[in-house]
């Protein structure tokens, strides 16, 4: 299957630094470009793409608020955020507006195009670093209410809940429950469900916000 892919970013020679990039990878191809936050709307709109690589930093509309737009129009496009700005605002307001990724522009191509990868196939690409970061800035900020959907989660949904909200691999729980990792994909599918949350990075997002899981 290949993953069909939206590169938005202001500067044209990243952009074609992209294309030529993702040329080469039989599974990937880049279906369109924007070179601001309109127009990436507009393109994800036409195209579908499975994975928008979103620039923070464009003019007329910025990636954060086209990221929230395109995720509110219901499609299926995930989105991984690229900025050269490695700062904690960054990647909470990314996070917050749906982002299922965060990578840098100056990490290593084999990175970038696992994250692709990740993503598309409904993943979500948080790093341990990123999660610590995300975690101390929502422990600075006022509880939220717990959705009540939280009620509808058996006891080992919610056992799988804290821990992938401690930033977990599938695999990690398993072994911290003794279960499988397949049995992990499928208790994650279902949580997610129950609480109607994206992605991995929401079930953090969620957890955090309302004080249900605390910092170590």
């Known amino acids: 299957m290949t993953i069909r892919v939206l590169v938005a970013d202001d500067q044209s020679m990243v952009r074609a630094g992209f294309r030529m990039l993702l040329a080469g990878e039989e599974d990937i191809d880049v279906v369109a ?3 601001n936050g309109l127009e990436a709307i507009e393109k994800a709109d036409r195209f579908a793409p499975d994975v928008a690589l979103m620039d923070i930093r464009m003019p ?3 990636g954060l608020e086209a990221t929230r737009r395109i995720l509110a129009a219901g499609g299926t496009t995930r989105i991984l955020v690229l900025t050269t700005f490695d700062l904690d605002e960054y990647v909470y307001e990314a996070l917050r507006a749906g982002a299922s990724g965060f990578v840098l522009k ?3 191509p084999e990175q970038l195009l696992a994250a692709i990868r990740t993503v598309a ?3 979500a ?5 990123v999660t610590k970061r995300v975690i101390e800035r929502f422990m600075r900020l006022p509880r939220a209410t717990p959705p009540s959907e939280l009620d509808d989660l058996s006891a080992r949904e919610r056992d799988v809940f804290r821990l992938v909200a401690r ?3 599938n695999a990690e729980i398993g072994q911290e429950l003794f279960i499988s990792e397949t049995t992990v ?6 949580l997610l469900q129950k609480l109607n949350l994206r992605d ?3 079930v953090v997002v969620l957890a955090h916000q309302t004080g249900l899981v605390e910092s170590d």
């Open 33 to 35: 470009e924007a070179n």
């Open 60 to 62: 007329e509309l910025d």
């Open 106 to 108: 100056d990490d290593p």
């Open 121 to 123: 196939a409904g993943d």
């Open 125 to 129: 690409l948080l790093s341990p670093t």
């Open 167 to 169: 930033g977990l691999s």
């Open 185 to 190: 994909k499928t208790h994650v599918t279902h």
């Open 200 to 202: 991995r990075v929401q």
